[in-house]
Each structure stands twice: as structure tokens, then as C-alpha cells.
């Protein structure tokens, strides 16, 4: 892999200033309120959101690349963390939150690999509309599994449906007390929004607290947070056995897998909107130690989620500074006022999940899809999938369909005719441009996939068709500019096309050959394969020019 541009200094060194100050003061407002809504979503205690919080803040503020990534707790992370470990069964609490700190940890490792490894592309493994439509999937889930803290009734049932079926039929019972709380906090937060310094979710937490402390939070039946209790002095690896650290692997890789697709995606997008170099490998590293530290201290785990990175953006940062003012300032918080914390009623804190995730809640980021009408199938079973099958298995899921249809295409056996354009040294497709002229006695194919073990013997099998079908031929060519490297199978199959071709009594040529392809050919032990069939740069260069040439056929495909 190429070597990645190191940071500018002009975007990622400048001096903390003024302006990183004040952001930072006013993102602290919204990510402490968050990190304590997230750790709910992740079915753990409230310190470990603000755990995570400090480690994102500070490892990424000291080690990243972008300026304006925030680093902390995601709604997403927190959901795939809670499947992930429910997904374990027969083990008690104790067992489940060591687990989960297990799954953070290795995540922290396979981050460390990746980096260390340069393996920054690594988030391209999932396609976008898989990402756009688990983000849907995934916030109806999370929005759904706040109700029961909004309206206090909890069915027995926690997947999407059988959940929404229980909360509607139990409607006797619901507390609308907290229901109204939280629908005051939702209108709050969205009219606040427009005003990004203003720390909407803090004042709204700050009057939950006062509700609390007056006692009407007791008079209507509406539960509170609890005790918040930060540990910095033992750091710990979580006590597993040996076939438990084996079990959650692919969970851990999984998890890392959608916290880097998603981290990466705000880092790249807001460093592509102010002209800013990135580098992913340098990030992947920073976000391994980050997870690594929150997990030593039971922690969740941490990405840079794109609300918190916009938020900072528009609070007007400079620098990584602002996100180590933003740590500092919920440290101050946290001394001060941790046993204030603790009186927050949960339906505001559900309140504030519900807008974190709203931005995600518009199905017209699939629009383009369908518009595009590419990948709809794709975007539509992550969606699906999420809600059918859960957070953790509608991921695994939606990846796996991305995979087949991306196999599916390879395995095509589109194969292009050429053709000569007028006078010009072009070759191009027949099908679409019929006054193209092929030369006679030749046959020029282009398969339109690049040739592996799927679909090789497929392609040839096409071609060797249309050369049976084809009298009169004296030369065959074909092109290789779609395959950019052979693996054994193709190698194979080509040197049974090249057999074929030589007992017709033809001349085989290969043209637009890449230059690892001739460098593998050369290797090859055939005798139909010599360095005299690779030799042509260029389609021209294997169909000479000569006097009847160019005058014979009309565009039409062989066969």
C-alpha cells in the first residue's frame, strides 16, 4: 500500500487557541449527557459511558490526525456491544460485563494490528448502503428500546417487533408522566439544535435534576439514573478463560469492524470539506489505544461518531485541543457534580438517545439507491435484517449479502466484441457502436470482469463459443485490461484457452496487459503462452493495419 500524506501542519498542529476553548466547552454539554445515554443502550452501568468518554478524548486529542474527530461512546457501539454480549447465554451478570470488556479490549488489539499492519482501507469491506441502511435499521432499534424507560412498562420481549407489539398492547399502563417529560426534552433538544454553543442536552439534564430534587419526579413514578461510581486506580484485563477470549474474537472483530467504517466515514468527511489531510492508519492506532485504555478502566468501547464531530465543527474548533478542553471540562463536571448526576430521570436521558440518533432517521439517505437503481437490494436486507435478525446478526448479515452480490458480479460472463473506430487506433465495444469495424479473420474479446477462480472457465467457455461459431478466423485476441492480477484457477484456464486456440490453427494474442499479469506469465511454464502472445501493448498493436482490413464487417457480435 502506498505511502499515506502525513497530517498538515497548517490543518492538525495549529496552536490551541480561543476558539478551541470555547468549543470544547461547548461540546462538553452535549457528550457528558450522551455518554451517560449510551451506556444504558449498551445494558451497562452509567460510569462506563464517561469512562470511555475521558479515554476517547484524551488518547485521539494526543494521537489522531483530524481535527475535528470526537472521540467518545456511539449509539451504534453501545447497540452492537449489547447484542454481542446478550448473545452469550448461560453466564451471569459478573460474566456478561467482564465478556463486554473483553469484546472492547479486542477490539483495542485488532485496531493495533490493522494499524500497525497498514491496513487503513480496511472500512471498505462495507459497502455504503450496507452502512446507510444498518444505520436506519439500527436507530428504529435503539429508538424503539428507549420507549420502555420513556412510558416505565417492559415487555418480555426485546427484539424490534415482538417489543413494539408489547409496548402497544400494555398502553393501560403506561406512564405519561414520563412519556410527556420526555416529549418536552425531544422538543427542547430540537429547537435548541439550531444553536450549536448552547449545550441543549446539559440544560435539559440540569432541569431534569431540579424536577428530581423538588420530589416530582418521585410524585409521578418516574426512576432516575442512580449512583455513578468512577474507579481510575485499578486498571484490569478482564479475568476470561481461555475458551472465552476464543468465543469473543469474532465478536470483537465485528464490533471493530463497524466503529472503524463509522469512525472513519465523519473523520474523511469533514477532513474532505476543509482541504485537510488524514491518515488512516494513524487513526486506526490512536483508536486502538483508546479502546484499549477505556477498556482497561471497564469502559465502552469508542469511534468518532458523526454528530459529536459535527457538533465540534460547528461549535467552531481549530485543533485536537478543543476535544482535550471538552475532557477537561467533564472531568471538572464529574468531581463536582457526579452526585447531581445521579437524579437524572431516565426518560430524559432516553430523550436525548432519541435525538442523538434522529439524523439517522430519514429514510431519504436511501433515495439515491433507487434513483442510482444500484443496490437497493443491499441497502433494503440491512435494513431488514437489523430488525428482523437483531443489531449483531442484521450486521453479519447485511455484510454477507454485500459479499454474494459483490461475487455474483465478478461472476459474470459479459464478454465484449471490438471493434476498430473509423481511422483511429480505438477498439471498442461492437454492441454500442455499431459502425465500428472488425478486422476480417480476427476475433477480438474483452471479458468485462476481472478474471478469478469464479468465473474463468465460464468466460473461456464464451469465447471458445463464439470462435466455433466463427468460420474463417486466423487470429484471436484478447484483452486483459479488466484483470488487474490472475490467481492459479485463471492461470489455469488460460493456458487451456491458449491449447484450444493453437489446435484451431490460430494466433493468439494478448493485448493490454498489465504489467504484474506479464511479469506472472513469465513464470508460467507453456508452451502457448510465450513471451511473444503478451508482447502487444495494445489491441492495435496485435491487429495490424493492412490494406483489406478495415472495410469487411459491420459491428456485429460473433455467434
Known sequence: MAAEPSPTPTANARRPGFADIVAGISIAGLLLPEAVAYSGIAGLPPQAGVIALFAGLLVYGLFGSSRFAIVSATSSSAAVLFAATT???????????????????????????????????VSSLIAKPVLRGFALGLALTIVVKQLPKVLDVHPAHSDFFRLLAGLVAEWRHWNIAGAAMALVALVLLRGLARWRAVPAAL???????????????????????????????????????????????????????ILYAESYGSIRTFAMRHGDNVSANHDLLALGGANLLSALFQGMPVGAGYSATSANESAGARSRAAGIVAGLVVLVAVLTLLPWIAHTPEPLLAAIVIHAVSHTLNPAALRPYFQWRRDRLVALVAVAAVLVLGVLNGLLAAIGVSILLLLRGFTRTTVSWLGRLGQSHDFVDIARHPEAVVPP??????????????????????????????????RMVLSLEESPDLDATSIEAL?????????????????????????????VNSPDLHAEVYAPWSVDDAVPRTAPGITARSGRSPG
Open 87 to 121: 448473545s452469550v447465554t448461560g453466564v451471569d451478570a459478573a460474566t456478561r460485563l467482564a465478556m463486554g470488556m473483553g469484546i472492547v479490549l479486542l477490539a483495542g488489539v485488532f485496531f493495533v494490528i490493522a494499524g500497525v499492519a497498514r491496513l487503513g482501507a
Open 203 to 257: 440544560l435539559v439534564i440540569v432541569a431534569g435534576i431540579v424536577l428530581d430534587a423538588q420530589g416530582f419526579c418521585h410524585a409521578w413514578g418516574v426512576a432516575a439514573v442512580g449512583p455513578i461510581s468512577l474507579d481510575f486506580s485499578h486498571p484490569k484485563v478482564p479475568q476470561l478463560d481461555r475458551a472465552q477470549w476464543q468465543n469473543l474474537g469474532g465478536l470483537a472483530f465485528a464490533m471493530a469492524l
Open 441 to 474: 479473420g480476427v476475433l477480438i474479446a474483452r471479458p468485462e470482469v476481472p478474471l478469478f477462480f469464479g468465473n474463468a472457465d465460464a468466460v473461456f467457455a464464451s469465447i471458445r463459443a463464439c470462435i466455433d461459431a466463427a468460420p474463417g478466423l486466423q
Open 495 to 523: 493456458c487451456d484457452f491458449a491449447a484450444y486456440v493453437r489446435v484451431r490453427g490460430l494466433r493468439l494474442s494478448l493485448a493490454r496487459v498489465k504489467d504484474d499479469v506479464r511479469d506472472l506469465l513469465a513464470k
